[in-house]
């Protein structure tokens, strides 16, 4: 019987153009070596393969690309395709395409140094195959998408016997019991100079795969990505909120760039009545977004943010926040906000931001004049920043709108 992965429970978050791209590279050689003859194949091989007595650049940088066998290129390529779809989308393509490279090269230079210590014999055999890279590839997988499930497929008679029947397998448990499997090989076979299988390069690459994911912190971010999953679940459900509560608290505690995670920990907060909690939350979301350039979102979270929670302060007002409600449809809540803030600074003697106040009148003015049509409110507005700023610069053309009201307001 065999088991062949065929996909994980997690689809990748977006298209992986690196693990396409090494797919398809190394089918191309494939398809390029078997059109050749035989004597021209080997040449090939022995020039970009890795052999350990003679190692070379050519065989360090193209072995890893290089398949005879069609079925050794298949499973090559299922396998990459399972683990490394979804990671490369999780970790980006750079950092990807470094543990991909790191662990080819990884499993060479073991299977080097084994061969030249217990495989004397065969010590100018060659290597060829993705096989080391696409264990660090797992070994990657397992530190940093642990809590994804593999989809296994079971043939009883082979490959091409396969019975579509699949179910989920923890990542733990499949990845796991394919390492054993080859120290269990690796060890059994030392000395043995008929064996086929570089067993020392897979382990190689898996061991480069599980050093460089816990050097670079893999599996701190791992817990954050299962704490969302988590809390999405539950959320999606209606339940668990106090499971929801701890994951997303884990989340900005641990990430306090993530926005999203603070509004839905708002929400939260605000369901159970926690007033002060989600309106600091709402706060610090929406300056996370303003300061990511995500202007649309900080937006649309405030206008939430001001709908649930008016009438608050919001401290210093962004007004470009206010033209992003314009720009959004949103001219109602942009005009309740710039209210609110002329209201709670109309009392305070003039300081350093006074000229906020004064910008706040002007918007206001604009709004209701212009979007709401509301032109008897509008001048009012305009009559208020005269009164309250008699020297102010927009004090020409505030007068100019006050004179044109009036106008229409005779005819």
């Known amino acids: 019987m065999i088991f062949l992965p065929l996909g994980t429970q997690l689809a990748p978050k977006k298209k992986p153009i690196v693990t396409i791209g090494i797919i398809l590279l190394n089918t191309l050689i494939y398809f390029y070596l078997n059109s050749l003859d035989q004597e021209e194949q080997w040449g090939t091989i022995l020039f970009y393969g890795w052999v350990p007595k003679e190692p070379n650049l050519s065989g360090l940088l193209c072995s890893g690309f290089i398949h005879l ?7 090559n390529m299922i396998y990459l395709w399972t ?41 100018s055999s060659h290597s060829i195959g993705a096989s080391g890279a696409v264990s660090g590839i797992m070994a990657v997988c397992l530190i940093r998408c642990y809590y994804n499930k593999i989809y296994v497929g079971v043939s009883l008679f082979g ?26 090989w690796g060890f059994s076979t030392l000395g043995d100079p008929y064996v086929r299988i570089c067993h020392w390069a897979h382990i190689g690459g898996f061991l480069f795969g599980a050093a460089a994911g816990i050097g670079l912190k893999e599996h701190l971010q791992a817990r954050l990505d299962h704490c969302r999953l988590r809390a999405d679940y539950w959320l999606r459900k209606g339940m668990g909120l106090d499971q929801v509560r701890q994951d997303l608290q884990t989340i900005v505690q641990g990430d306090p760039r993530d926005a999203w ?4 920990l708002a929400r939260v907060e605000s369901k159970n009545e926690q007033r002060e909690k989600g309106l ?13 350039g995500e202007r649309q979102w900080a937006a649309m979270i405030f206008a939430e943010f001001f709908r649930k929670y008016c009438p608050v302060t919001f401290g210093l007002l962004p007004f470009g926040l ?38 706040a009148y002007w918007l206001l003015a604009e709004l209701l004049g212009e979007k709401l049509n ?24 505030a007068e100019k709108k006050l004179r044109l009201m009036a106008q229409a307001a005779l005819a």
């Open 69 to 75: 066998e069609g079925l050794h290129l298949l499973a």
């Open 83 to 123: 683990f490394g779809a979804y990671l490369e989308t999780v970790i980006g393509w750079k950092r990807f395409l470094v543990y991909y490279l790191g662990a080819d090269w990884a499993g060479n230079f073991l299977y080097a140094f084994m061969t030249a210590v217990y495989y004397p014999g065969s010590f």
């Open 159 to 184: 490959l091409f016997s396969f019975i579509p029947k699949r179910f989920g397998v923890p990542a733990v448990i499949f990845i796991g019991d394919y390492i054993l499997e080859n120290f269990y």
């Open 261 to 264: 995670a603070m509004v839905d």
């Open 280 to 292: 600091e939350l709402y706060r610090r979301a929406i300056l996370t977004f303003w300061k990511h």
């Open 322 to 359: 206010c033209r992003e409600l314009i720009r959004m449809g949103e001219p109602e809540i942009a005009a309740r906000a710039l209210k609110q803030f002329i209201e709670e600074r109309k009392g305070r003697p003039q300081g350093r931001y006074a000229f906020r106040l004064e910008t």
């Open 374 to 397: 509301q032109p008897r409110s509008a001048g009012k507005v305009w009559q208020a920043s005269l009164g309250r700023f008699p020297e102010s610069g927009y004090r020409e053309a």
